[in-house]
């Protein structure tokens, strides 16, 4: 397998602007996991998803932030509008269970 | 929120010589469990400790677990340059989700 899939890989934007994450699960894993990670507040979680349905958006920072699952083999998060302070890695991550995660690589975004 | 706490914050040490990471809890556990991340990359699970075990070896890792305490501690003997990443406790918490330390920056000096 060629493991959890994220894309792009880095993203630039400007303020105001839509983005839209992407993140392709392992196939056969029932849960996906959506992080966030900056220097000030580490590791985040934002939402997390099991069998396509959202289960806790508690880490959601705002109603600017929503996540998709269409399916189980891929999930959107997007920012509308964007902030500079959105600024981040954002991760995918997806598991079998409630147990070991695995990351995508990451996008690196940038929102001046 | 954030349950583990690593400590230290940064290690910078010889190659060759041994690194201990320790990690703080504050709930129960069912398990805790040990990420690497190097620069730029995602985390890669290194091994998951039960709340049951004491102590858990993978190759030059040996995590050791005492929830009397609610500590944890990674031991990498004999490092290497490739060692050099940030290294991450989680513990499981409510809803089943990870809950993530801030991690212990590791060093390796050539």
């Known amino acids: 397998d060629a493991g959890v899939i994220q894309s792009p890989r880095h993203e630039v934007t400007e303020m105001g602007q839509e983005v839209t994450l992407r993140c392709k699960p392992i196939?056969?894993?029932?849960?996906l996991f959506w992080y966030r990670q900056t220097m000030m507040r580490g590791l985040e979680l934002l939402i997390y998803f099991n069998n396509n349905v959202p289960i806790d958006d508690s880490g959601m920072p705002e109603d600017r932030f929503s996540a998709k699952m269409p399916n189980a083999s891929f999930s959107t998060l997007k920012i509308q509008p964007s902030e500079p302070r959105d600024s981040a890695v954002y991760f995918c991550?997806?598991?079998?269970?409630?147990?070991?995660?695995?990351f995508g690589a990451g996008t690196r975004l940038s929102v001046l | 929120s954030q349950q583990g706490e690593e400590d230290p914050q940064a290690l910078s040490i010889q190659e060759g010589e041994n690194a201990t990471m320790n990690c703080s809890y504050k709930t129960s556990i069912n398990n805790l469990q040990w990420y690497r991340q190097n620069s730029g990359r995602g985390l890669v699970h290194l091994i998951l400790i039960r709340s049951n075990e004491r102590e858990k070896h993978s190759g030059r890792l040996r995590v050791t677990l005492d929830t009397s305490k609610k500590s944890s501690s990674l031991l990498i003997t004999a490092s290497r340059a490739a060692d050099t990443a940030s290294y991450f406790c989680?513990?499981?918490?409510?809803?089943?989700?990870?809950?993530w330390g801030a991690g212990t920056k590791l060093i390796i000096k050539p």
């Open positions: 196939s056969g894993h029932d849960y």
């Open positions: 989680a513990t499981d918490g409510a809803n089943y989700q990870l809950i």
């Open positions: 991550a997806s598991s079998l269970g409630l147990n070991i995660q695995y």
